[in-house]
């Protein structure tokens, strides 16, 4: 739609100061509605990211321990068993089956022993707790260990209490 002014010339309809600052008044409400609706998501946002992670925390474990469970019966019911002189070999093979289990399990769940005998001492894995003299063992490396050293994935998760070898005394 075009008007004449007084000059008679054609001019575009021009919108007034007024309208103009409704319409960005209705931008600016348009854009707050926005902040505020991906303020209030993220705030659930928040509150469902701190509950699964105190989900897992506290239920993590869940899988292994249900796991855990069949080796815990399977040292009950050797418990239960009447161990007699004819059957402590059954009964010693029964026990060594269960600890091979539970190795394994432990290993499903990345839990692993570090094989420490007759290898260097390594303070990140190791605690010596004394020194004896071994022809049969470098001088340094781990002679016995009291206490198998073990590592979740590749973090130590317990030392190892272990002898260290040192040189005979001549």
């Known amino acids: 739609m075009s008007e004449h002014n007084e000059t008679g010339d054609k001019t575009a309809e021009k919108s007034t100061p007024e309208s103009e600052v409704e319409k960005l008044q209705a931008e600016v409400e348009k854009f707050k509605n926005d902040y505020l609706y991906l303020r209030a998501e993220f705030e659930n946002y928040k509150r469902h990211a701190v509950k699964d992670r105190s989900d897992l925390l506290k239920y993590g474990g869940e899988r292994m321990a249900r796991e855990l469970l069949g080796v815990l019966d399977n040292f009950d019911r050797a418990l239960s068993v009447e161990v007699k002189p004819e059957s402590l070999d059954n009964y010693?093979?029964?026990?060594?089956?269960?600890?091979?289990?539970?190795?394994?399990?432990?290993?499903?769940?990345?839990?692993?022993?570090?094989?420490?005998?007759?290898?260097?001492?390594?303070?990140?894995?190791?605690?010596?707790?004394?020194?004896?003299?071994?022809?049969?063992?470098?001088?340094?490396?781990?002679?016995?260990?009291?206490?198998?050293?073990?590592?979740?994935?590749?973090?130590?998760?317990?030392?190892?209490?272990?002898?260290?070898?040192?040189?005979?005394?001549?």
């Open 92 to 170: 010693v093979k029964g026990v060594e089956m269960t600890s091979q289990e539970l190795k394994a399990l432990l290993d499903k769940f990345g839990i692993k022993e570090v094989n420490s005998e007759n290898k260097p001492f390594d303070p990140n894995i190791h605690e010596a707790i004394g020194s004896e003299p071994s022809d049969k063992v470098p001088e340094g490396h781990v002679l016995r260990v009291f206490e198998k050293p073990y590592k979740y994935h590749d973090k130590v998760l317990r030392v190892g209490k272990v002898i260290i070898a040192r040189k005979p005394e001549v």
